[in-house]
């Protein structure tokens, strides 16, 4: 209870505010509990090394996209569950086609039936119009797009703002300056499509002028480039996937490595609090715009967890 307490009293971000009301749920600070990581500690070059610039000793990465080339990092580890944040700062002008995402895969070890967990920005031609999408999977289940989009609140240009996963045996919570905007549970519904494998956190920047904005009808241009997206505040806590040893992984409820308490196991992250559920209502009724569990058009019959 004493975790729980102090997620509701710790102070509250800066909020860059486009529309003048700060959403409830603002002060519930869970990355103010977790350590920075710089990046040699935890993040390798994925692709794109020209692309990536490291600073302040490694604890800002800008990754950029230019028309030669994008660029990401990615994890030195894989994770069985945890809690993995970036404050993000994402480029300015025009950006359309342009995607900034953040996210959590396997696909590099079980290409046929890997999971996944993405935050993904998507450019737009005018600079404050980015738009949030998430997405889950599960063993492969990509058939099934689990894709939620919102409208942002903020500038996502003029400063950074934290993009959060907590990820658990109990649920998923996709979380925007520490306030949850999406939650999936691990329900019966879900048991075959929720995320079970250990994954890799990724970062990258890339062209998707094919379906990024408004479907493809607007492209990435290159004038515009290069495209520079900020990291910083890398946070990574959690169940590492031992690849040597044959014995079971971290045990739920257990003690983290880095913290003398379960990090995303433990009771305080079972469920959300009233205050942070209170902010993800308020952010979901005002601010998302599309959810696959809407979407009669695309389904017949809705998903089971719908």
Known sequence: MWLLLVLLSWPGVAWSRRHGVEPPGAGAQITGLFPHLAYEEAYVDFFGGANIQKLKNGTYVNISLNKYSGSGFMS??????????????????????????????NADVFPHTHDE??????????????????NIYGNGSVSTGREEKFYLWFDPTEESHEYSILWNYHHTVFLVDNIPVREVNHSDAMSRAYPSKPMS???????????????????????????VASFGALEMVG???????????CPRGGQSQRLDLDPVEGPDFVR???????????????????????????????????
């Open 76 to 105: 030195r580890e894989k994770y069985y569950y945890g809690f993995f944040s970036a404050a993000i700062k994402l480029p300015s002008s025009y950006t359309a086609g342009v995607v900034v995402a953040f996210y959590m895969s």
């Open 272 to 306: 959300l609090s009233e205050k942070q559920r209170s902010g993800m209502e308020w952010i979901r009724g005002r601010f998302m715009f599309y959810s696959y569990c809407r979407d009669r058009a695309r389904y017949s019959v809705l998903p089971p967890e719908c």
């Open 117 to 134: 967990i993405d935050f993904e920005l998507l450019g737009h031609e005018k600079q404050k119009e980015w738009v949030l999408q998430t």
């Open 239 to 249: 169940c590492m996937w031992n690849r040597t040893s044959s014995a079971p992984p």
């Open 201 to 227: 956190v990724y970062a990258t920047i890339w062209d998707g002028s094919d379906w990024a904005t408004h479907g493809g009808k607007k492209p990435a241009n290159y004038a515009y480039a290069p495209f």
